[in-house]
């Protein structure tokens, strides 16, 4: 019996400070069982293989409660080298290899075979000479084990991104003694035939006794693969259970889940929102790394707040990035009937649009700036407004004042107007930000994560000023946010981007059903509703 | 189309070699300097600097830059030079006890220098550039102050009446060290040439019988010892190193048996798990640590190893043909930049060097530095501009070194990102 699992993680829970990111999560494989874990952004699947990998960050920050078995005993896992020794290994998502060596080269790092000699007994085995002969032969039968055909001398470099997803699985099925092998996301960058090929070469490792645990979001590849799925939700375990009793819709609505109630309590509006749109747009790519946009249609009705949400990676933020003309964009943007140049800012500013960014320390604020400052900074550039006499000085009454209204509207936390927003917390922070997206008086306005990082009470002042932003000042607002609840609680209408395109367009109200699997990319019987 | 951007890519990696071949050229003709005297001093430079220059390349494939703190190693060897004549051990052994002697001084200084850079990654160059200018001043204080009080040496030595070590010290008489390894054996340097060829040639025909390289390549190796063999067995040109016009050139046999065992020793370390680890951390850090490569500790060999080098170089410099005298507080001061200069303009970059380009730059780089006075001379009337153009020159080609570098670095980063019309095109 000790030897049914090769991997056992008992109540796993993990705490960063006070935060508990895992609860009480145990997973349990079998070898050579697929297994997939799904969970949205935050659900902790990175952190339960970080504590699998013995990852420095779990260290360092104070371990973490709960036993891992492996192969029937029980073992501490020091470091990423140490699991590698034990015989676990992960297919990463961003790719470990050298781009200027070879295949072959690749495949052996660091695990090359070489050829003593008198010297290196003496000095060591690191001057042992490199066997390339039984390298190659090594690179060529891992390489087979993976139906690639490319030659093994081949460099890197040069080849198609979908090959190096192959050269990483050849790399770690050639280390002898490997038990298990961690596949994280590894179709994101695939083709579709790529993924499906794949899928079967996971399938024929899992064949050979070894255990894989498939972390993606792809309902479907799930269905195809996987023998048995584990979900998790906000650091808990939801369940887990054998693929065949289960269908891609219960594990959508897992996924998702309504945690307990809304996040506030906002008076929905009576009547909808006219179908009058302000903004179109239409086939917008958004070269914005790690949040590429691949062919955005998406309309923005007037005086409404649109929820834009999605898991992590999958474009939800190129949108805004893009319009706003902070990234590389190619499409067509129209406002108020009225084409918008991209890539040009100052434009886009003045036509009457404002965005509170994502990044609020590096792109948002001016860090050793005031707050005062900071508010009116966009203002002051693009529309000369707080500004005095025909040589342009500043107004600096002027912008006490306005400074002094701003931090009593939206309650931000200062001893005052001058201190540096360095200092402030980030809940004050975003505040102050969203302070100088309203210096500009705009019509149109994106937030983007607004509240990202920031506690309970913040949380909830910001999303008040959205709506009463929208509702007193007829502001249309479109809000990007990876909490699925917060939208669900303020917005008009919500819609879904995953791989680069908008997947679905929901009602609030739509069923968790729905929104997973809009999330996982795909197109619910009750989706198109809103 | 494939064959026009292969042309380009060559002359874009090698603009500045072919720049200073057109100009050593240039400088050759307009000097009016005798061939021979020019070929003389050419070869005389290269059995002082080629050592050191190829020093270098290791932690440039280690990821390193370029390791100008190899200063650092030339003070190492001083130190033993300056005991070695204290103690007045004379000719070979002197040499061999002040190698000696680097060796733990240079490991450790080495040791020190591959910590420090470690805090600085990025900054290599620039950091080793630094670091050199302060183990300066640190060198200084050894020699004024600690060496003749602290440390015991010899009254001959040391300032008379002071302490501290004599600004120069004589190598020549009975100190014995001059030319203690060039005088060794000499060859002519015809002979050496055919020699080289036929080295050349049968090393291919070897290698070829035993697989280890195409046919293509063989061909290769075999037409250029025959061009190089042909090429001197023209009589004028054979005229200018045989003797028959001026001095005949010939080769210290040892000390050049010594740079080619370097080259040999760089490139068989290549071969070796160590040199894959070189290799590995120089291309990217993150990679190998994954791979459980201990990246600092990779870091530090590659500099320890250089420093060492470096030292060695700097004996073989100081007991070369036409030197004779330790300057000793200023001996070191210009080997990092002259080194580097000189491996740059043979091609190499921040991230790439082989022993050929460090070869072929020590051999170009010293040209322009032969012909400059007269070159300068010639064509302004005033030997001084040479003067300057030789600061010019060295300082210049590193700063086009490193923008070219960080020029290549944000080109590539802009070719992996995705080209949005393209892939929209696609869609």
Not at chain 1, 138 to 161: C, F, H, K, Q, W
Not at chain 1, 164 to 169: A, H, K, L, Y
Not at chain 2, 265 to 290: C, E, H, P
Request: glycine share 10%; charged share 20%; proline share 3%.
């Amino acid at each position: 019996m000790a030897d049914e699992y090769i991997l056992e993680m008992n109540h796993i829970t993990k705490m960063y400070g006070s935060n508990a990111v895992l609860k009480d999560v145990s997973l349990k494989i079998r070898p050579g069982e697929i297994h997939a874990l799904l969970g949205e952004n935050g659900a902790g699947k990175s952190t339960l293989m970080n504590v699998l990998f013995g990852m420095p960050v779990i260290h360092t920050t104070g371990g973490f409660e709960g036993e891992v078995l492996f192969n029937g005993s029980p073992v501490s896992i020091s470091s990423p080298i140490d699991a590698m020794d034990k015989g676990i290994g992960m297919v990463h998502q961003e790719f470990m290899l050298i781009p200027g060596f070879s295949v072959t080269d690749n495949i052996k790092l660091n695990r090359e075979i070489a050829r003593p000699w008198p010297i290196s007994k003496i000095l060591g085995r690191d001057l042992e000479f490199l066997d390339r002969e039984a390298m190659a032969r090594d690179a060529r039968n891992a390489l087979d084990d993976v139906g690639m055909n490319i030659e093994e001398y081949t460099l890197v470099s040069g080849l198609p991104v979908g090959h190096m997803q192959f050269i990483e699985i050849a790399r770690e099925i050639d280390k002898t003694g490997m038990k298990l092998l961690v596949f994280d996301e590894p179709t994101a960058v695939l083709t579709e035939s790529e993924a499906q090929q794949l899928l079967e070469v996971m399938k024929s490792i899992a064949a050979k006794g070894i255990a894989i645990i498939f972390i993606t979001h792809r309902l479907d590849e799930v269905m195809n693969a996987a023998d048995s799925v584990t979900i998790l939700r906000d650091g808990q375990l939801v369940s887990t259970f054998p693929k065949k009793e289960t269908s891609p819709a219960q594990l959508a609505a897992q996924m998702i889940g309504r945690s307990s109630e809304s996040v506030i309590q906002i008076q929905k509006r009576d009547t909808e929102v006219e179908d009058r749109p302000v903004m179109r747009i239409r086939k917008l790519w958004v070269n914005m790394p790690g949040e590429v946009d691949k062919g955005i249609d998406l309309d923005v009705r007037e005086g409404e707040i649109l929820g834009i949400g999605g898991l992590a990676g999958q474009g939800k933020i190129g949108i805004p990035n893009g319009v706003m003309g902070l990234y590389e964009a190619i499409g067509e943007v129209e406002f108020e009937g009225k084409k918008l140049p991209l890539g040009d800012a100052g434009t886009v500013l003045k036509a009457g649009l404002a965005m509170v960014s994502e990044d609020r320390r590096g792109i948002g604020l001016l860090l050793d700036q005031s707050i005062e400052n900071n508010i009116v900074f966009t203002a002051m550039q693009v529309n000369g407004d707080f500004m005095k006499g025909f040589l342009h000085q500043k107004d600096t009454r002027k912008i006490r004042k306005y400074a002094e209204e701003m931090i009593r509207e939206l309650d931000i936390r200062c001893t005052s107007p001058a201190q540096p927003t360095g200092t402030l917390s980030g809940g004050n922070q975003q505040k102050v930000c969203v302070a100088r997206a309203l210096a500009m008086n705009p019509k149109f306005l994106f937030v983007s994560e607004p509240t990202r990082g920031i506690d309970i009470g913040a949380k909830h002042l910001v999303l008040e000023t959205l709506v009463r932003l929208n509702r007193e000042k007829g502001m249309t607002i479109v809000m990007v946010s990876s909490e699925l609840q917060e939208l669900r609680s303020i917005c008009d209408r919500i819609a879904i981007v995953a791989e680069g395109k908008v997947v679905d367009i929901l009602k609030t109200d739509a069923s968790d059903t729905a929104f997973g699997l809009a999330m996982s990319g795909v197109r619910s019987e009750e989706g198109g509703c809103a | 189309m494939g064959e026009q951007n292969k042309i380009k890519a060559h002359l874009e990696k090698y603009v500045v070699t072919y720049l200073f071949i057109a100009l050593s050229i240039l400088f050759i003709v307009t000097s009016g300097l005798d061939i021979n005297y020019v070929a003389s001093q050419l070869l005389l430079r290269l059995n002082r600097n080629a050592f050191i220059v190829l020093a270098l390349i290791i932690p440039i494939i280690a990821g390193m830059g370029i390791n100008f703190a190899i200063t650092i190693g030339a003070m190492a060897a001083q130190i033993g030079l300056l005991l070695v004549i204290s103690w007045g051990i004379t000719g070979l052994p002197g040499i061999l006890l002040a190698g000696l002697i680097t060796l733990p001084l240079g490991s450790f200084f080495g040791f020190l220098i591959g910590k420090l850079l470690n805090k600085m990654k990025g900054q290599e160059t620039i950091g080793s550039l630094i670091l050199g200018y302060f183990a300066n001043g640190a060198y200084q204080l050894l020699f004024l102050f600690i060496f003749g009080s602290v440390i015991p040496l010899n009254s001959n030595v040391t300032i008379v009446g002071a302490s501290g070590v004599q600004n120069t010290l004589n190598l020549t008489g009975s100190v014995g060290l001059y030319t203690a390894v060039d005088s060794i054996a000499h060859i002519p340097f015809l002979l050496a040439v055919y020699l080289g060829c036929g080295v050349l040639a049968a090393a291919s025909v070897i290698q070829f019988v035993r697989k280890a390289i195409t046919a293509k390549r063989l061909a290769v190796g075999l037409i250029i010892a025959a061009v190089i063999a042909g090429i001197f067995s023209i009589p004028s040109i054979a005229a200018v190193v045989n003797g028959t016009h001026g001095r005949e050139l010939k080769l210290p046999l040892v000390t050049w048996l010594l740079i080619l065992g370097l080259c040999l020793f760089n490139s068989t370390i290549m071969r070796t798990r160590l040199g894959q680890k070189f290799r590995a951390v120089g291309q990217n850090q993150t990679v190998a640590n994954a791979s459980g490569i201990d990246v600092d500790r990779t870091r530090i060999i590659a500099i320890m190893i250089s420093t060492v080098l470096a030292g060695w170089g700097q004996i073989l410099f100081m007991q070369s043909e036409g030197i004779g005298t330790f300057q000793t507080y200023a001996a070191h001061e210009q080997v990092g930049l002259y080194a580097g200069a000189a491996i740059l303009v043979g091609g190499a970059s921040i991230d790439r060097a082989t022993n050929l380009q460090a070869l072929v730059g020590t051999f170009l780089f010293h040209s322009l530095f032969i012909t400059a006075q007269s070159a300068a001379s010639a064509m302004f009337g005033n030997s001084a501009v040479g003067e300057y153009f030789r600061a010019f020159l060295s300082y210049g080609v590193i700063a086009v070194a490193l923008i070219m570098y960080a020029w290549r670095g944000a080109k590539q980063k802009k070719a992996s990102q995705i080209n949005l019309a393209e892939e929209a095109a696609k869609a």
